[in-house]
């Protein structure tokens, strides 16, 4: 007489078996390269993780052991790399900042084109890599805690403000120095080529907590528009 058939059961026979996957990836993580990674990867971690603190907490709250928990890193090993909250607010306007400055002036470089031309280039990458970006708040957190971290505030003029006048400053000339632009003070032309990027950053700030908005204000059109409007003063007028 043949066997009953019996009932196919898809339990996993091993007691284990629904922790394999838990235990291989936790195997994996004690693996050389993948250590690895995650070591060359903790820097940035910590600098997102603080960059976002600062943000929203400003200088004076930010802790931290709280910028370590998010980063899911112990206090100690935020110090290896960081050795205070000074050291980490520097590297997060160096990397946000700084480094953002060190390319443009890199395209400035190698940019052969009309001077009106590399400053929309240069307005353009300003927008897509820090006007658009959370780093865009540092210029205000600056501003609002500047008496309480002088250090830190030079280190932000010394960085950020005084690259990014001395990039502007070398376009405008150049502009002068090939009849495209005529002879003007470079330092006020440069201060007005900074002034809309700084009032966009406090209108965005001011505004996005505000349930609605009267005056909405499209952030690449407003930059093209008064980058349009300074290049008309200060191109080579006709002569009558």
């Known amino acids: ?11 996993p026979v091993c007691p284990i078996g629904a922790t394999v996957g838990a235990t291989v990836a936790a195997i994996a993580q004690r693996l050389p390269g993948v250590r690895q990674r ?9 600098l997102e993780a603080a960059l976002g603190l600062f943000v929203e907490k400003g200088l004076a709250a930010t802790r931290t052991e709280d910028v370590a928990r998010l980063a899911g890193v112990s206090k100690g090993t935020l110090y ?13 306007v160096h990397t946000y900042l700084a480094q953002v400055i060190a390319v443009g002036t890199e395209m400035a470089d190698k940019f052969d084109g009309p001077a009106s031309e590399l400053l929309h280039l240069l307005a353009h990458t300003w927008w897509t890599q820090v006007g658009s970006s959370k780093a865009a708040a540092l210029m205000i957190l600056i ?19 005084a690259p990014s006048h001395a990039l502007l400053a ?3 000339q150049r502009g002068i120095d090939r009849g495209e632009f005529r002879p003007m003070d470079v330092t006020s032309v440069v201060q007005a080529l900074i002034a809309p990027a700084q009032f966009l950053v406090l209108y965005r700030q001011c505004t996005a907590v ?3 908005n009267p005056v909405p204000l499209d952030p690449e059109r407003f930059m ?8 008309r003063g200060l191109e080579v007028r006709p002569q009558a």
């Open 80 to 92: 290896l790399y960081y050795p205070s909250k000074d050291a980490l607010f520097k590297a997060v």
């Open 170 to 172: 070398r376009v405008v």
């Open 210 to 212: 505000c349930a609605a």
């Open 38 to 46: 995650r070591k060359a990867a903790r820097p940035h971690e910590l």
């Open 224 to 231: 093209q528009t008064q980058i349009e409007l300074l290049l």
């Open 1 to 11: 007489m043949p066997l009953p058939a019996q009932a196919v059961d898809d339990t």
């Open 143 to 161: 501003m609002s805690e500047a008496s309480a971290f002088p250090d830190l505030a030079q280190y932000y003029v010394d960085e950020v403000v």
